[in-house]
Nanobody, 111 residues
């Protein structure tokens, strides 16, 4: 069964870092853009970052300079390095490629 599985979330203090991973089972990343989304409590899901098949990246303004998206098409894994985390980054983070979505991973930024 084709699926995406996020990992690496958890509780971190403001200013801290986390690295999210998105592992694929039965889905080839090659040639497809990979995106990260997040949904904060009581808010709509928002797009966070995307990396194209050519490695070009784009970010929502609120995370520019703090988050870095990357990919490994050999291992069919995507990453989201999150630095200088803020309480407003608290959300469930999802990875996405084409019509496939992971189940999400919770990131909580709190002191």
């Amino acid at each position: 069964q084709a699926q995406l599985l996020e990992s690496g979330g958890g509780l971190v203090q403001p200013g801290g870092s986390l690295r999210l991973s998105c592992a694929s089972s039965g889905i080839s990343f090659s040639g497809h853009p990979l995106a990260w989304y997040r949904q904060a409590p009581a808010k709509q899901r928002e797009w966070v970052a995307v990396i194209g098949s050519n490695g070009v990246t784009h970010y929502v303004d609120s995370v520019k300079g703090r988050f870095t998206v990357s990919r490994d098409d050999v291992e069919n894994t995507a990453f989201l390095q999150m630095d200088n985390l803020k309480p407003d980054d608290t959300a469930v983070y999802y990875c996405n490629t084409e019509q496939h979505w992971g189940k999400g991973i919770l990131v909580t930024v709190s002191s």
